[in-house]
């Protein structure tokens, strides 16, 4: 049966911020992550690494955080890891970068695909990468386009920095409070953005707290929002 | 643990068409339902039993309708059943009554209510009952009104008659073809509404195919749909 | 065949700004115009009848408010006319209007009904009025309330002072070129509101030209935006 | 005066399950029907097709829908019918499409024309075409591009496949009881998507239904629901 | 000139997690701030006075949670404080509420009213309040309920407890980074809902992180978020 | 500090008719307003112009349109002005234009963008233009495009044609009175677009009434309404 995770983000930061839990928790239970990174962020998400005294290439950046991205990515467990080096603020459009994400899709199967949600007007990468991701999501799907045609997977919309200014609405919450040491971990692993840290430290104590409220939990807890695109079948309400 | 659902519906006749088979399966499994019914639905939601040659009387209709209401739970395995009797059409404001829901709530502690969507223009006894179940919900919850109070349960809302003009957007898919002939039964069971019966069949069968594209599944499949209103705390997405 | 109008709106000058037109349109139809003014708008929307230098007792302003209403209404071409009086700023619940309002649904059998849109936040006396008609809507199709039970009518919203606040989202323009002086002689008939003559008569050309932008029309014309709750059935979309 | 009508979707099944009665309602009328399908739909929603023993080349695939296609469209009386070849899933950008679009605009001078929604996350073919159809009717109306410029016409969505995740909202229903034979058969002649006859079949019936509600009609009933994206000019509410 | 501010709130607890920056801020301009609270919170937001060893009477608990709003409104520099004692969870409908909200805007005059969102559903005493403001305005605006009426006073909506619960999309960010320390002690004046203070403590970052992203500020910000429910007439977009 | 002002319309036409009071004014302020215009509008709004006994040539139709722009341009004090010549009904992508704005964004450093709202189904070069401003103020904040990147500017959206038809939500009303004149004289020196004079003038005094509502004010008022997209920083809520 098909129970992988696929994440598709505009920017090698976004991952470690937005759903670095869920990425986790699924690798510690054996379910094998994909990530895709369409871009390395080496234009508008990268600031520290602009900011010092000498002069810096933009081929220095880029490596730089795709070495950041890629120690991330291996504490939080990840199967598989794709740079798509695009380009970023603004990313441009892509056909073959859709062909490409469906193609992943048909390799990995994924039961789940992780993503940036539709709207955000700071950020029109994420919306892009959105829009690219439901695009794979259709070439995937097709028999025309290879019979290894895959059953179309949930989408879930990780946070984005201004949930209001995104319409963000979460209807799922995450606890990832037994894999948080290594979400902080990766986090502590992406320097050039050290200005998030604590920021997104936050955003998991809060979520956690909305989490537990739920739950009526005890102790601090972490979590992480999700929005889905698709309804999703259930099999019950209660156990 | 608690692991009970509630459902609250404005008039007799919905949670057969809406719900029937998140109750059918629930008891199945062993989860104790239990049923709230508002109203008879003895003005507005009776018209067989008032169209007959020979003039009726609102309590004969009544008992007509709570006599349908009895063996419809019965054939879907409820727990218990009340009936407020507030009239309908329309339905009364009545404090009394969510203070009724919220005893209910602490005696059962539901994990999930179910009740009708937000919004329902052409049905406001619909909106008043979704807004009774909240303010039901924060009474239950509130330690000032007795020590017993409630973890707060998910709230559920089933399918209005027409889901687009009620901006009903579900996001749950409950696959409810093995309980699909208790839920057919039980609408069989209220011949007053024989003219809704195709319809809710048609209904089931609607979602049923949207239940098995997103799971690939073969044969005939019957379906509701729910759209839930607080996030809910889950722990993986894919198993 | 039912082929009434009724018009309910929470202040008497409302029905003269907003549907004044669609008014003495239908009426110079031969469809039967029926009014209903939940209060005389005394305290908050007769702002002129308190300004004067001398004292005034609130029933002089109703009385003058009446007076105003009814000549509006006689050159509208109104077939009936009914005064609530029910005070504003604010307008009260009242379960014994709704009734009353379901009554005269089903004396006089509208296939529509005009009256305020469902939010602004500016003017809860319109939001209650909305959902007074949809509550006496319910009430007037019950068999259980009489066998005189109506065919359920369209309900048209007609344009609030600030349509975007309100959410207001027009999809019928309605043309009243031809009736444009009746409107604006029953808007002079209302001297208690002068300040809003010419707002009015700009709010008029503006959905004139929006009108006549579709239709490629030429020379100045006047119109009126409604918005419909229900779906219309409609024979056919081309002519 | 032009009365034509003007179908436009992304694949070709779409015309007959979404609006299929329209376009022989209104050809029987005498409306002209043309119709252009962007693509034929050979990768993603011919999947019958592709699921045979042999293999199948990408080449026969949409010969046989258009074959399809062409036979369906002569059951519905279809006036002119094109086909774009765009392919799909995805369907491209093309401006070169939207150009050709607006001269058949030009050429057919449409009251009205029929498309897809513009939100449907599980086939953004349907808002790309939606688009396109939006940025056509803007050349067609440009006397820069041409003095044989058109007033624009109104723009109807039909129904998508999952009404509610597409946020479809319907304000118009289209009673097909008439033509749902020939609706029927032109279902028929498209067996590569015979898994769509009975969804599509319960889909009328439902929209009927709601159709009839509104009407009081008696008999089994027929509809199609539309949502039309321009304020409709109308000369009066009530006949 | 008018400029004073005024906050309501539905139990004791909201002004200092939500608005406690404001009302210090604007207190310390020499701006008069009016408080008005409508319950004492005392059955659903006082769950640690109830969850002691012994049992507690209601009047004990309302006292308790007087003085903690006492103490923490002259942190604030609050200049009046008026308790409605209404009960909560449910606050219940007033319409003497209303009006006496409606003499203290008279009395007081603000130039801007704080009061919660218009959606809660985990909460629907803040809804009733927003609700109860809004028609309190609308009283005091009214010349017939007294000469002394007043010019309509902008609305600002202070954030809830979950803002995409609420459909919260705030449009302006406070930066309270010079009165936090204020803001603090009176949290810490709450000792009943110790439980949200290291809670709105990290709102109050992330919404001041949210400012100095705007703004470039530097060093560590605090902030509050508010939705304006009117346009605002302004001067100028720049100085 | 930065205190400029820049402009983006997708059509010659647009700056006058929904900003050119916000344009004045603050040139009269001493603020530098720069305007980009990124095609003529020969082709969709430039109806007059076509319209001629003669035949005419399109770049004529251009030669007039840029010399009409540059005239209002001055009497509203314009600092600069850029024209982009893309090309119009449809205006095309340009990945080329969007670098070309975030250069002038660098250079010019605007407190403030003013340019289309989001959605607008009758006018899809007003979306282009709206994002490709959300794509350019991406790009000019981003270090890895040079070292000059801006603090990201506050977007404000101007009033499209038909408010509701577009979402428009205003939020800030400009009061224009003192520059009318202006704005008035501006409008003159557009005769190709003559027939919106008049619509124009109503929409300023719409505007002008609702603010001077909220105001009490006295006299004729002018007003221009805006949409902020980001949250505002403010330093407090009463002066």
Redesign the interface.
């Known amino acids: 049966m098909s129970?992988?995770?696929l994440v598709v983000t505009a920017h090698v930061g976004d991952f470690v911020w937005r759903c670095g839990g869920?990425m986790a928790?699924?690798a510690q239970?054996g379910?094998p992550v994909h990530l895709i990174c369409l871009s390395y962020g080496?234009?508008?998400e990268?600031?520290a690494a602009?900011?010092g005294a000498a002069p810096v290439e933009?081929d220095a950046?880029k490596q730089l955080r795709r070495a950041e991205a890629e120690a991330a990515a291996e504490i939080l467990g990840v199967a598989s890891l794709d740079f798509y080096d695009l380009g970023?603020?603004?990313l441009?459009e892509s056909?073959e970068s859709?062909q490409r994400i469906s193609q992943t899709m048909r390799a990995t199967r994924p039961?789940?695909v992780l993503t940036h949600p539709e709207h955000d007007?700071?950020?029109?990468?994420h919306c892009r990468t959105y829009?690219m991701v439901?695009?794979a999501r259709?070439?995937a799907?097709?028999?025309?386009?290879g019979?290894d045609h895959v059953?179309?997977p949930?989408?879930?919309c990780f946070e984005p920095h201004?949930?209001?200014?995104c319409g963000?609405?979460?209807?799922?919450?995450?606890?990832i409070t037994a894999v948080w040491e290594q979400k902080w971990q990766a986090m502590q692993a992406m320097p050039t953005q050290r200005n998030l840290w604590?920021?997104y430290e936050?955003?998991a104590?809060?979520r956690g707290?909305?989490?537990g409220?739920?739950?009526?939990s005890v102790g601090t807890l972490y979590g992480e929002?999700?929005q889905?695109?698709?309804?999703?079948?259930?099999?019950?309400?209660?156990?």
Chains 1, 2, 3, 4, 5, 6 share one sequence.
């Open positions: 129970n992988s995770m869920a928790l699924h239970r379910v080496e234009n508008g990268s600031n602009w900011q933009r950046v970023d603020y603004p441009p056909p859709v039961a789940v007007p700071s950020n029109l990468d829009e439901l695009r259709m070439q799907m097709a028999p025309g386009h019979a059953v179309p949930q989408v879930l201004q949930s209001e200014l963000f609405k979460p209807n799922l919450l995450l606890e604590t920021y936050r955003v104590l809060q707290a909305q989490a409220r739920r739950a009526k929002a999700y889905s695109i698709f309804p999703a079948v259930v099999p019950a309400f209660v156990e």
